[in-house]
């Protein structure tokens, strides 16, 4: 009788982890696809249940297939569980707050790439691996239970996905509920990036366990996940606003995860199965190539535990010299005769019809303040024969109106600025939903300026709840406004 061939326990976990993160991607575009041909019309308390509950679902998905990944030789489902409870814990009560409230990333990290990547490398990404590193690391890592190399990848990922449902149900309820069909495409795009990124840290604590490689290879390994969580969070977060302007397509930052996830565990799982079949000869076997000399440990003690927090605390350290350099600083961008000083955390980008566009991406997302400077013939605005600006405001509105949902003018005043006779227009307007988010409410105001053969335009917008407490902020925007 033939004997039955054994099934590659690391084969098993990669097949188990595609296929549940295949099905996690394909109810994320079936939610999207049902709310746009039904469009429920949910609000209030029954919007952040429907939200609640499609952040829960991707943990589902990848729970099954991190406790399938182990059928052969099973892990106590109650270990991963614990690890996936321990991540979201440590993702609410430590990783959030330190990140956006002690460090305040999103205050300073937009505005240019080098200060993005700074912001999601040495703040964001160290705080999410180092507590994603600690919440294998202090509980399974000397159990019995974790007796395998690939164990590392699939606790790690456990925990990564744990910090990724604690992040999702934070999205949903800090805003109040979301668009279903946005919100689904983002916290499976979210649950995919920590559970890979998890899944590498994973791994730099399972070759320290087994392989014993040396005081500086965790610290080596929070340093590369750090680095890649950076990298991959910048990546995520502008793909969806690759068509430019204020535009914003979901479906972008999901066709990137899963093609991110998609390749790190691969490349995860060959490492593993690579590891296993150069150390079947035994560790004191001869190494055969560079990559077998690398793959085969040579310590003979767990690396010591104080080498990672003192680079935690030293990269954490240098992110936060660089946010408090940068707070309070602004760019100026100058197109068409004017110029605008705005916050430099904020990102310049393109407007139709205006000449200098910026917003709050970090701080705010898609329907973060925002300021846009442009310019409009004479003709168009005032009154043919004479009137005043105030007068050619009430032809702005009529423009304004034809251009944004639910305009709603709320008061017209003459201003004065730079000494130059103007007009303010305050209204209200609801964010279309391609813009990235549900439909909100913004309130904005336009200030219209006589300059030459035009007149020049400032308008600021920002979410309504929001739109008292950025009163300094456009203030300090038209007073930095220069204009011909």
Same mark, same amino acid.
Request: proline share 4%; charged share 15%.
């Given at each position: 009788?033939?004997?039955?061939?054994?099934?590659? !326990?690391?084969?098993?976990?990669?097949?188990?982890?595609?296929?549940?993160?295949?099905?996690?991607?394909?109810?994320?575009?079936?939610?999207?696809?049902?709310?746009?041909?039904?469009?429920?019309?949910?609000?209030?308390?029954?919007?952040?249940?429907?939200?609640?509950?499609?952040?829960?679902?991707?943990?589902?998905?990848?729970?099954?297939?991190?406790?399938?990944?182990? &059928?052969?030789?099973?892990?106590?489902?109650? +270990?991963?569980?614990?690890?996936?409870?321990?991540?979201?814990?440590?993702?609410?009560?430590?990783?959030?707050?330190?990140?956006?409230?002690?460090?305040?990333?999103?205050?300073?990290?937009?505005?240019?790439?080098?200060?993005?990547?700074?912001?999601?490398?040495?703040?964001?990404?160290?705080?999410?691996?180092?507590?994603?590193?600690?919440?294998?690391? @202090?509980?399974?890592? !000397?159990?019995?239970?974790?007796?395998?190399?690939?164990?590392?990848?699939?606790?790690?990922?456990?925990?990564?996905?744990?910090?990724?449902?604690?992040?999702?149900?934070?999205?949903? *309820?800090?805003?109040?509920?979301?668009?279903?069909?946005?919100?689904?495409?983002?916290?499976?795009?979210?649950?995919?990036?920590?559970?890979?990124?998890?899944?590498?840290?994973?791994?730099?604590?399972?070759?320290?366990?087994?392989?014993?490689?040396?005081?500086?290879?965790?610290?080596?390994?929070?340093?590369?996940?750090?680095?890649? $969580?950076?990298?991959?969070?910048?990546?995520?977060?502008?793909?969806?606003?690759?068509?430019?302007?204020?535009?914003?397509?979901?479906?972008?930052?999901?066709?990137?995860?899963?093609?991110?996830?998609?390749?790190?565990?691969?490349?995860?799982?060959?490492?593993?199965?690579?590891? !296993?079949?150069?150390?079947?000869?035994?560790?004191?076997?001869?190494?055969?190539?560079?990559?077998?000399?690398?793959?085969?440990?040579?310590?003979?003690?767990?690396?010591?535990?104080?080498?990672?927090?003192?680079?935690?605390?030293?990269?954490?350290?240098?992110?936060?010299?660089?946010?408090?350099?940068?707070?309070?600083?602004?760019?100026?961008? *100058?197109?068409?005769?004017?110029?605008? *000083? @705005?916050?430099?955390?904020?990102?310049?980008?393109?407007?139709?019809?205006?000449?200098?566009?910026?917003?709050?991406?970090?701080?705010?997302?898609?329907?973060?303040?925002?300021?846009?400077?442009?310019?409009? /013939?004479?003709?168009?605005?005032?009154?043919?024969?004479?009137?005043?600006?105030?007068?050619?405001?009430? $032809?702005?509105?009529?423009?304004?109106?034809?251009?944004?949902?639910?305009?709603?003018?709320?008061? +017209?005043?003459?201003?004065?600025?730079?000494? &130059?006779?103007?007009?303010?227009?305050?209204?209200?307007?609801?964010?279309?939903?391609?813009?990235?988010?549900?439909?909100?409410?913004?309130?904005?105001?336009?200030?219209?300026?006589?300059?030459?053969?035009?007149?020049?335009?400032?308008?600021?917008?920002? /979410?309504?709840?929001?739109?008292?407490?950025?009163?300094?902020?456009?203030?300090?925007?038209?007073?930095?406004?220069?204009? /011909?």
């Amino acid at each position: 009788m033939a004997q039955a061939v054994p099934v590659s !326990h690391e084969r098993v976990a990669r097949e188990s982890v595609l296929l549940n993160a295949g099905g996690a991607v394909a109810f994320a575009a079936i939610v999207a696809l049902l709310v746009g041909f039904f469009r429920p019309q949910l609000d209030g308390a029954g919007l952040v249940a429907a939200g609640l509950a499609i952040a829960l679902v991707p943990a589902g998905f990848f729970l099954v297939a991190f406790i399938r990944a182990d &059928r052969i030789e099973p892990e106590p489902r109650g +270990m991963i569980l614990g690890v996936f409870v321990l991540g979201a814990i440590l993702a609410y009560g430590i990783g959030q707050p330190a990140i956006r409230s002690f460090f305040k990333v999103q205050e300073w990290s937009g505005g240019s790439l080098w200060l993005e990547l700074a912001g999601a490398i040495l703040i964001a990404g160290v705080v999410q691996q180092f507590l994603i590193y600690a919440a294998v690391r @202090y509980s399974v890592y !000397h159990s019995s239970e974790f007796d395998e190399r690939v164990d590392g990848i699939i606790y790690g990922a456990a925990a990564g996905l744990g910090y990724a449902t604690a992040f999702n149900i934070l999205y949903v *309820t800090g805003n109040n509920g979301v668009d279903l069909a946005i919100g689904a495409l983002r916290v499976v795009t979210e649950a995919l990036a920590f559970a890979c990124l998890g899944g590498v840290t994973g791994y730099f604590i399972a070759r320290a366990k087994f392989d014993k490689m040396g005081p500086t290879w965790l610290p080596i390994g929070l340093l590369i996940a750090a680095v890649l $969580n950076g990298v991959i969070d910048v990546l995520l977060g502008a793909a969806p606003g690759l068509g430019g302007g204020f535009s914003f397509n979901p479906w972008l930052g999901l066709v990137a995860a899963v093609l991110i996830a998609a390749l790190i565990f691969f490349l995860l799982f060959r490492l593993i199965e690579r590891l !296993h079949r150069v150390t079947e000869m035994g560790v004191a076997a001869p190494e055969t190539s560079a990559i077998d000399k690398m793959l085969i440990g040579r310590g003979t003690k767990d690396e010591p535990e104080w080498i990672v927090w003192v680079v935690a605390a030293v990269l954490l350290i240098a992110g936060a010299l660089i946010g408090r350099d940068v707070l309070g600083q602004t760019r100026t961008a *100058t197109a068409a005769g004017m110029s605008v *000083t @705005y916050p430099a955390r904020w990102s310049r980008t393109s407007e139709a019809g205006a000449s200098i566009a910026a917003f709050d991406r970090k701080g705010g997302g898609a329907d973060g303040a925002r300021v846009s400077a442009s310019q409009v /013939p004479k003709a168009d605005v005032l009154v043919a024969g004479g009137g005043t600006i105030l007068d050619g405001a009430t $032809n702005w509105t009529l423009s304004r109106g034809a251009e944004l949902a639910g305009y709603r003018v709320l008061n +017209m005043a003459a201003v004065t600025v730079a000494g &130059r006779e103007a007009a303010r227009v305050d209204y209200a307007y609801l964010l279309d939903a391609s813009s990235g988010a549900m439909p909100s409410l913004m309130r904005a105001t336009d200030t219209l300026v006589p300059c030459g053969d035009k007149v020049c335009v400032l308008s600021f917008a920002a /979410p309504a709840a929001e739109f008292a407490g950025q009163a300094g902020t456009a203030s300090d925007l038209l007073a930095g406004w220069i204009i /011909p």
